[in-house]
């Protein structure tokens, strides 16, 4: 069975930049696509990105509100993917999630299988 551990969140002032880890272990990566979410206090879980396994050509996407900003990518070699976030506004503060998939997903939650903890991601001056 997959396990997903994040770490990498912490706090940032606005403009400053992180980058969110997820360590796959038990299976390869390789062969899910990866998701990350986010979920705000007192809002739904939401998609902000996401990477197609390399069979399904690792193809990325990422919701309109963190475009140009964020950037994942996948280290097979470590079984790890990342989410570089850089020029982090406060709305993005939330606790991020990430999770696989063993099909073709891309935001909607219930298409994943298998979640990490979580990392609380804090922008604030």
């Known amino acids: 069975q997959l396990q997903l551990v994040e770490s990498g969140g912490g706090l940032v002032q606005p403009g400053g930049s992180l980058r969110l880890s997820c360590a796959a272990s038990g299976w390869t990566s390789d062969y899910y696509t990866i998701g990350w979410f986010r979920q705000a206090p007192g809002k739904e879980r939401e998609g902000v990105s996401c990477i197609s396994s390399s069979i399904s050509g690792g193809s990325t996407n990422y919701a309109d509100s963190v475009k140009g900003r964020f950037t994942i990518s996948r280290d097979n070699a470590k079984n790890t993917v990342y989410l570089q976030m850089n020029s982090l506004k406060p709305e993005d503060t939330a606790v991020y999630y990430c999770?696989?998939?063993?099909?073709?997903?891309?935001?909607?939650?219930?298409?994943?299988?298998?979640w990490g903890q979580g990392t609380q991601v804090t922008v604030s001056s």
């Open positions: 999770a696989a998939a063993r099909v073709q997903a891309m935001w909607n939650p219930s298409e994943y299988d298998y």
